[in-house]
């Protein structure tokens, strides 16, 4: 069989599920960005307008895109991180390695609507679990987390930041399958945990540290389910972000036309956001 | 001279070695940090799926006074919890394999042999990843009944295959490029085609990867929800997350239900994931070996 | 090979098991005689009035069998039945059978999928009493019928005459009283008001629409307005949101910002919250083992807001949206067979909701049984004052997303109530 009708078989299963959930969706999605589309109204064709509205004059827009890219940054770098160390800790076999691996990866296992659920009734600020915990050592605790301005950020971050479950077996299979004769002659040649650690491992991991952060960064495009949950990005627009305001102004508002525009301005910041991560990491490339 | 380098060799060693026992401390309350933040929210939550909504209300951090399974047994009789179960499974599992095999074979491809299109359908199907389900919900509602997919299983799997494509993509190409090329250049000489070297001598080796980007397909399928509220409307096509809504609807007071129908949701996944951490583990093994 | 092809027969084996199982499925109009009629419903799982609705749509297949037969789709949830119609609104895909509970009215009719009910009235001028007129003018819109009002939302509040009686108060006569209750009910360690601001802030609101319906001749108007509120800018909405915003910040629960009504909800019948500006539908919870304390029902009282005030309601009902001809009678069935005399009464009975019409009497053995119904009926013939809901006056943005974003602002004093209403009218003005 010719070359390239193997490969052209072989990526077409691919290609099919792409242009079909995808493809279209996409050309919709740009399309009518560039309209007014409302329900009951007709699709006129708008030019610019919508993204002049959206990056100029909406503020709850500029919000959003604030804190997504916080949030992106944040998640790139504190959530891989915590999610690296974790692995590396793991990767020494501690006694209670297995155990710790099937729990750190619960809270990536249950869906974001249980998680979400589960954190409401934790943050709650009459019988959750947290502020119960504080009267005990101060009775008059009344801390409202998700919906007072100077906590609200903190704790829907505190919601996905932490959690690198993904990360952490990521990581670790990698990890496990790295030659370990070279291990061995390192600590033959004295090298303690850290210097092993900084110096061998994880310049092997490059390349799905670099994956990781990917996926992370591009997992805060999605953080849907658990702002809806909690605070809808409020009070006021102190968590919003596109994905929320992407919902808002399609079910809400029923502004077909907006929610795409912003839809389509989503996905640059993603593109862009890979490009960026790409360029840092130059992942992909073959090692020789 | 000796003298001279012992000073200066020493003097870093104390205070390198102080860095030493700090990180060993902190790398302790690490991963205690790690267990609470992981188990505290579920167990609060499982132990109070056992109270009565009063005492949910009244004392928070205490051990319920009667184990009760009343719960439980509303969960149960408040939504059709029995009937999902069913259908999360066919889809769920359903959407691994696809995933897991379509993404095996096109990975290999793009991961190995430069031909013209590569670099154009890597950023395309990469492009998957940024996509947010949110944006493209009411298109894919209208591509989907235009198919015929609309409120049917396969439609489910079809898009949940694909919600998993740029994932499964990047782990496998990842993992491929860790296995030297010697492998097919040797298979290439024993006179294997093409197939032949893929099918019996690639994706043996691929288990690691496979497994775990079908973890990750398989708890993204199980997990979804906003798509299957929209793209079915019959009970019988319904899934298990949609369950956890019966309870958050309007005049629902019933924090007791809640969390027990949150419990009954959430464990068939850890008990799952444990059991596939086996494949996972024994894959592990495997590729140890490959060296 | 044998694993390739292997894996090739598995895959194939579960697409065709999933083809076979859900194929696409012809909703033709007529299927071996049987026409079908599609019915979205959020009334499910621990909603109040699942109970009486699955009585009317099986009794409703029942009666028509053979001939029409109801087929449900279950939405548990408010805002998934609101999201998926928006969703299906677009398409013009809305099912046969609608509420128009929510942006869901007005979705219909802009696409132009509602169905105008006014022919079919004048055909059944005996159903058309049984719902009577003012019902039929809630739901009227441009001079056309679109819809029938589920029940009639006509009610005061619920208070815990326990607790009352411990602070030494009785429900108050003017709102500077409401205040000074409020305050003495937190004096005795118990969460005064149930407010709450998520979802679509029904007890907040009720509380909020009550003030300015009850200041003066003018605002009662406006709190009766038939078209929804593009402009809030008057003294006495400012005045509402000062004191809700007050209330917030002293008379109301932890979590009130940000919380859900079940929340709220839930203190009232934990014997926690003292006041639950709520309608007649909360009554069978009271006696519920599994929601409230044992012997609550006994200590609850109702009464009307300040200065005489009660809201009569009437909410956007059971529409028609389909646009097969063939279906039309078959539809009309089930609106008649879900809001007649005879599903009124089974729904006063069964679920504690007011008749629409007239025709079905509250009897005083009915009271004798139901004494907080009793009530509440002789209240409605005192009140001075009457006026609508939030729910049916504000534009569905306000209600359901707008609020939300706003009130924590508002009672954080990130923003005045004068400010507040500037951005209502922003956000009304969005439709």
């Known amino acids: 069989m010719k070359r390239s009708v193997n490969y052209a078989l072989y990526i077409l299963p691919t290609l099919l599920l792409f242009l079909v959930v995808y493809a279209v969706p996409l050309v919709v999605l740009v399309g009518t960005s560039f309209c007014s589309w409302k329900t009951g109204g007709h699709l006129t064709f708008n030019g610019l307008g919508n993204y002049i509205q959206i990056i100029a004059h909406d503020d709850v827009f500029q919000a959003g895109l604030r804190n997504n890219v916080i949030w992106i940054l944040l998640q790139a770098t504190v959530n891989v991180a915590i999610g690296v160390i974790f692995a590396l800790v793991l990767f020494r076999k501690p006694f209670y390695w297995k155990f710790a691996r099937t729990v750190y990866m619960i809270p990536s296992i249950i869906s974001s609507a249980a998680m979400g659920m589960l954190f409401v009734c934790v943050f709650n600020p009459e019988f959750g679990m947290v502020n119960n915990i504080v009267r005990l050592f101060n009775p008059t605790f009344n801390q409202n987390w998700f919906m007072s301005y100077d906590t609200a950020f903190a704790t829907v971050t505190f919601t996905w930041l932490p959690y690198a479950g993904m990360v952490m077996l990521l990581i670790l299979t990698e990890a496990t399958s790295i030659d370990r004769s070279i291990i061995e002659a390192a600590i033959v040649d004295g090298a303690d945990r850290l210097q092993l650690n900084l110096r061998i491992i994880l310049p092997l991991l490059k390349n799905i540290i670099g994956t990781c952060v990917i996926l992370e960064s591009t997992s805060m495009l999605k953080k849907l389910d658990i702002i809806m949950l909690t605070t809808r990005g409020g009070p006021g627009s102190t968590t919003m972000n596109l994905p929320m305001f992407i919902y808002k102004t399609a079910m809400v508002e029923n502004n077909f036309g907006l929610a795409n525009t912003a839809g389509v301005l989503l996905t640059l910041l993603g593109c862009l956001t890979v490009l960026l991560i790409n360029k840092i990491f130059s992942v992909g490339k073959e090692e020789s | 001279m000796n003298h001279l380098e012992q000073t200066i060799d020493e003097r870093p060693n104390r205070g390198y070695r102080a860095l030493l026992a700090l990180l060993s401390v902190l790398s302790v309350l690490f991963v205690l940090f790690i267990f609470v933040i992981s188990l505290g929210p579920l167990l609060w939550v499982f132990i109070s799926s056992f109270k009565s909504n009063t005492e949910i209300l009244s004392s928070a951090l205490t051990l319920p006074t009667k184990w009760s399974l009343k719960n439980y047994a509303m969960a149960f009789k408040l939504a059709p919890i029995a009937n999902f179960y069913g259908n999360s499974v066919i889809v769920a599992v359903s959407t691994t394999i696809l995933n897991v095999v379509a993404l095996s074979m096109s990975s290999y491809v793009l991961a190995r042999f430069a031909f013209r299109l590569r670099g154009f359908l890597k950023n395309l199907f990469g492009m998957a990843l940024l996509i947010p389900a949110a944006a493209i919900m009411q298109p894919l509602y209208l591509n989907m009944k235009t198919l015929g997919f609309y409120d049917t299983l396969l439609g489910l799997v079809v898009c949940y295959a694909a919600f998993s494509l740029p994932v499964t993509m990047y782990i496998m190409m990842s993992y491929y490029l860790t296995i030297p090329k010697e492998l097919e250049e040797a298979a290439l000489i024993d006179g294997a085609g093409f197939n032949q070297t893929f099918w019996k001598i690639i994706f043996p080796l691929a288990k690691p990867a496979m497994a775990t980007s079908g973890v990750l397909a398989f708890i993204g399928a199980w997990n979804e929800f906003q798509i299957a509220m929209i793209l079915t409307s019959s009970t019988s096509k319904r899934t298990l997350p949609i369950a956890l809504l019966y309870f958050k609807s309007q005049f629902a007071s019933d924090y007791g239900a809640m969390f027990a129908a949150t419990m009954v949701v959430v464990i068939p996944s850890i008990v799952v994931f444990i059991l596939m951490q086996k494949q996972v583990v024994s894959g592990l093994v495997a590729g140890a070996v490959k060296g | 090979m044998k694993k390739g092809i292997a894996i090739t027969l598995t895959l194939a084996l579960a697409l065709t098991s999933l083809f076979a199982q859900g194929g696409k499925e012809e909703k033709t109009a007529v299927k071996s005689g049987i026409i079908e009629i599609s019915y979205p419903t959020y009334r499910v799982g621990t909603n109040v009035t699942a109970g009486y609705t699955k009585v009317l749509i099986d009794s409703f297949n029942e009666h028509f069998a053979g001939k029409y037969k109801l087929v449900v789709e279950e939405l548990p949830s408010d805002v998934a039945y609101q999201e998926k119609m928006s ?77 009352f009686q411990k602070a030494g108060i009785t429900p108050a006569k003017t709102w500077d009283e409401w205040m000074t209750n409020c305050e003495k009910l937190k004096g005795i360690g118990v969460i005064p008001l149930t407010f709450f601001t998520g979802e679509n802030s029904w007890t907040t609101q009720n509380v909020l629409v009550s003030i300015i319906g009850t200041q003066n001749a003018e605002s009662n108007k406006m709190m009766n307005s038939q078209e929804k509120i593009k402009d809030w800018n008057k003294s006495e909405v400012v005045k509402g949101l000062t004191m809700i ?103 006063l009975e069964v679920g504690g909701s007011f008749p629409i019409g007239t025709k079905v009497e509250i009897t005083e053995e009915f009271k004798a049984k139901n004494p907080l119904m009793g009530e509440l009926v002789n209240l409605l013939g005192q009140a001075k004052y009457t006026y609508k809901t939030m729910n049916k006056l504000a534009y569905p943005n306000l209600v359901y997303d707008g609020f939300q974003t706003i009130y924590p602002e508002l009672i954080y004093g990130k923003i005045t109530a004068r400010e507040m209403v500037v951005k209502m009218n922003d956000i009304s003005h969005k439709n």
Do not use: H
């Open chain 3, 245 to 347: 915003q007050e209330m917030f910040q002293k008379y109301c629960a932890s979590d009130a910002i940000g919380g859900v009504y079940a929340n709220e909800a839930n203190y009232f019948l934990q014997g926690k919250a003292a006041i639950m500006p709520n309608g007649s539908w909360m009554i069978p919870d009271f006696s519920n083992p599994d929601k409230a304390i044992p012997g609550l029902a006994d200590k609850i009282g109702v009464a009307m807001f300040p200065n005489d005030g009660m809201i009569a309601n009437y909410d956007y009902g059971y529409m028609i949206c389909t646009k097969d001809p063939a279906k039309l009678d078959a539809c009309w069935e089930v609106i008649k067979w879900f809001n007649d005399a005879k599903a009124q009464k089974i729904k």
């Open chain 3, 87 to 163: 969703i299906l609104a677009t398409t013009n895909d809305l099912p046969d059978i609608v509420e128009g509970k929510g942006p869901v009215m007005d979705l219909a009719i802009r696409n132009g999928q509602a169905v105008d009910l006014t022919p079919f009235f004048a055909k059944d001028p005996v159903f058309k009493e049984e719902v009577g007129d003012a019902a039929i003018a809630s739901n009227t819109i441009g001079g056309k019928i679109y819809g029938v009002p589920p029940e009639n939302q006509c009610f005061g509040y619920f208070y815990n005459k326990e607790m």
